[in-house]
Each structure stands twice: as structure tokens, then as C-alpha cells.
């Protein structure tokens, strides 16, 4: 039978914004030694725009961006509508179909418009060699300021690079600084490329971070810091995080996250208000007390 403690304990954090789906995980949360964040949507907010934009020489941006706009549009990655979105206001754009459009993920996409078979996603993706070489290296350097490059590759190679811009949230660096004073230790997840986490990471201030990681990937880096840690925690929005919220001691979702984050996790963030995290920690440890 559940204590009268802990039902406190759980009606004090609905109050305040957390939802805690049963006692033991309130119990699980005083214990916390670890921490895992998705990057995108949980970090940040998960609303990329695009701030620059590439194109091998000769090629013509409405033309490119047409086909890319078209492939995009049937994908639902949060890049994905960030370049939608920047595609239409180019001039000369033209509305395109797109056939045999395949979303693969953690990667990018592929499709043909016009008869052109493309591919759309991370250098890995496109091919590595012909990215890092792609007009003197300019992904690396964008890179280097916290974005994340898309590149679009036709049957002729690369056509060009889309650079988008993701913001850190202000609460997320609130959030992580509280966690660190605490003794907890914290780690970014995320599929990006190593210099944009990186960049990210330094921006957010949490203490290490995996680049590339696929979403079974993000499972196995959380039985890893398992392995390292007795209590770990993971925070992610989307459908991608739900393993790793199950293979976590307490899986915790972003209130706004997609429905199987939520239905997944132990833990839910109303209104993804990540500072809301150390004070059910501290509530948990008062009730624990009590307990
Ligand atoms: P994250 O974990 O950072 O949210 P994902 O695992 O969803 O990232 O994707 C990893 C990388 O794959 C992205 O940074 C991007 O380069 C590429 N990618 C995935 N889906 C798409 C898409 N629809 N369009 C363009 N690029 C994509
Ligand atoms: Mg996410």
C-alpha cells in the first residue's frame, strides 16, 4: 500500500508541474547519480531556422531548393520543416513532387524529383569524404558554431548544404547548473555530428556528450552509464527517446513531447520546464526522510 508520505509527495509535484506516475520512481529520483538528455526538443527547443545555405558552383538555388522543399515536406523531422519553411521564400521556387520518398532515421532522406534520385541528411549520410571536402570545407566550420549541416546530393554529388540554427534553451542551462552543484552528473545524447554537439554541449554547460547517436545507440549508452551509475535518469521529447526513457531508472518526458515520450516515461515535465527536475529530486529526498 502506497504511504501517505509519498501521495503527498506526488500531489505536491502535480502541483508544481510534475507528474510522477507511482511512488517507486519518486523513490528512484532521490537516488539519482546520473543524467541523460536528448538534445533536440529537450535542449534545446527544437525549432531549427535555416542561416545559410550552400550550393556547388554552377547550380541554381531555387532549382535545388524546389527539390529539397518537395522531398522535405513528406518528412516530419523538426529540420525538415525548417528548410520547408525557408525553401518557398526563395525566389524562383517552384512547388515539385516528390516520388518514392524514404525516411530513414537518424540519417536523412531519399527520393527522386524529375527523374533525379536525391539523398538529404548528414555528411554520413551523402557520403563523408565528398561532405568534408565540399567547398573548402565549409560544414566544418559551420559546425564549429553549433549548427548542424544537411547536405542535398543528387546523382552529380553534392548540390549544396543547408545550415540550421537550434536554440538552447535558457532553462536547460538553468537546469544542468543545478544538477552539477547537486553532484549529479549530466550527458547530452544526440544524432548530430560531433563539432555541432560539441558547440552544443559548450553552450548548455553539461558535463560530457555523445555525437552520432542513433536511437538504439541512445539505449546502449544508457545501460552503459547504468553500468557506472546505481540510479540513472533520461530526458527526451520524441519518439525516438522512448527506448532509452524505458531503459532508464527514471524515464522523464518534456510535457510537449510526442505522445509515446510521454506514455513511456515514469516522470512527466508539464510544461517542459526542466528546472522543475532538481526540485522533484529535493522533494523526493524530503519525502524519502519522512518515509
Ligand atoms: P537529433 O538526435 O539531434 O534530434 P536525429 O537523430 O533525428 O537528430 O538526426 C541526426 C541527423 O540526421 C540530423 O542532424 C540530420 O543531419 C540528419 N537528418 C535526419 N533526418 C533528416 C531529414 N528529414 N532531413 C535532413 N536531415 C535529416
Ligand atoms: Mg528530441
Same mark, same amino acid.
Given at each position: 500500500?502506497?504511504?501517505?508520505?509519498?501521495?503527498?509527495?506526488?500531489?505536491?509535484?502535480?502541483?508544481?508541474?510534475?507528474?510522477?506516475? &507511482?511512488?517507486?520512481?519518486?523513490?528512484?529520483?532521490?537516488?539519482?547519480?546520473?543524467?541523460?538528455?536528448?538534445?533536440?526538443?529537450?535542449?534545446?527547443?527544437?525549432?531549427?531556422?535555416?542561416?545559410?545555405?550552400?550550393?556547388?558552383?554552377?547550380?541554381?538555388?531555387?532549382?535545388?531548393?524546389?527539390?529539397?522543399? @518537395?522531398?522535405?515536406?513528406?518528412?516530419?523531422?523538426?529540420? @525538415?520543416?525548417?528548410?520547408?519553411?525557408?525553401?518557398?521564400?526563395?525566389?524562383?521556387?517552384?512547388?515539385?513532387?516528390?516520388?518514392?520518398?524514404?525516411?530513414?532515421?537518424?540519417?536523412?532522406?531519399?527520393?527522386?524529383?524529375?527523374?533525379?534520385?536525391?539523398?538529404?541528411?548528414? @555528411?554520413?549520410?551523402?557520403?563523408?569524404?565528398?561532405?568534408?571536402?565540399?567547398?573548402?570545407?565549409?560544414?566544418?566550420?559551420?559546425?564549429?558554431?553549433?549548427?548542424?549541416?544537411?547536405?542535398?546530393?543528387?546523382?552529380?554529388?553534392?548540390?549544396?548544404?543547408?545550415?540550421?540554427?537550434?536554440?538552447?534553451?535558457?532553462?536547460?542551462?538553468?537546469?544542468?547548473?543545478?544538477?552539477?552543484?547537486?553532484?549529479?552528473?549530466?550527458?547530452?545524447?544526440?544524432?548530430?555530428?560531433?563539432?555541432?554537439?560539441?558547440?552544443?554541449?559548450?553552450?548548455?554547460?553539461?558535463?560530457?556528450?555523445?555525437?552520432?547517436?542513433?536511437?538504439?545507440?541512445?539505449?546502449?549508452?544508457?545501460?552503459?552509464?547504468? @553500468?557506472?551509475?546505481?540510479?540513472?535518469?533520461?530526458?527526451?521529447?520524441?519518439?525516438?527517446?522512448?527506448?532509452?526513457?524505458?531503459?532508464?531508472?527514471? &524515464?522523464?518526458?518534456?510535457?510537449?513531447?510526442?505522445?509515446?515520450?510521454?506514455?513511456?516515461?515514469?516522470?512527466?515535465?508539464?510544461?517542459?520546464?526542466?528546472?522543475?527536475?532538481?526540485?522533484?529530486?529535493?522533494?523526493?529526498?524530503?519525502?524519502?526522510?519522512?518515509?
Amino acid at each position: 500500500s502506497i504511504m501517505p508520505a509519498t501521495l503527498s509527495a506526488i500531489s505536491n509535484g502535480a502541483r508544481n508541474g510534475v507528474l510522477f506516475k &507511482g511512488g517507486v520512481h519518486l523513490e528512484n529520483l532521490s537516488h539519482l547519480q546520473a543524467i541523460a538528455f536528448d538534445k533536440t526538443g529537450t535542449l534545446t527547443k527544437g525549432k531549427p531556422e535555416v542561416t545559410d545555405v550552400h550550393l556547388r558552383e554552377e547550380a541554381d538555388e531555387a532549382a535545388v531548393l524546389s527539390a529539397v522543399h @518537395a522531398i522535405e515536406r513528406e518528412s516530419n523531422h523538426p529540420l @525538415a520543416q525548417a528548410i520547408v519553411q525557408h525553401s518557398v521564400g526563395v525566389s524562383g521556387f517552384e512547388k515539385l513532387a516528390a516520388d518514392n520518398v524514404q525516411d530513414i532515421a537518424g540519417n536523412g532522406v531519399t527520393a527522386e524529383v524529375l527523374g533525379m534520385k536525391w539523398k538529404i541528411g548528414k @555528411a554520413g549520410f551523402v557520403g563523408e569524404e565528398d561532405a568534408a571536402a565540399f567547398n573548402d570545407g565549409i560544414a566544418e566550420r559551420l559546425a564549429e558554431q553549433g549548427k548542424t549541416v544537411v547536405f542535398a546530393a543528387d546523382e552529380h554529388g553534392i548540390a549544396g548544404l543547408i545550415a540550421l540554427k537550434d536554440t538552447v534553451r535558457e532553462e536547460a542551462k538553468q537546469a544542468i547548473q543545478v544538477l552539477k552543484s547537486n553532484g549529479i552528473y549530466t550527458v547530452m545524447l544526440t544524432g548530430d555530428n560531433e563539432t555541432t554537439a560539441k558547440a552544443i554541449a559548450e553552450e548548455a554547460g553539461i558535463d560530457n556528450y555523445v555525437a552520432e547517436c542513433l536511437p538504439e545507440e541512445k539505449v546502449e549508452q544508457m545501460k552503459k552509464l547504468k @553500468a557506472s551509475f546505481d540510479n540513472v535518469g533520461m530526458v527526451g521529447d520524441g519518439i525516438n527517446d522512448a527506448p532509452a526513457l524505458a531503459t532508464a531508472n527514471v &524515464g522523464i518526458a518534456m510535457g510537449e513531447g510526442t505522445d509515446v515520450a510521454l506514455e513511456t516515461a515514469d516522470v512527466v515535465l508539464m510544461k517542459n520546464d526542466l528546472p522543475k527536475i532538481a526540485n522533484a529530486i529535493k522533494l523526493s529526498q524530503r519525502m524519502n526522510k519522512i518515509v
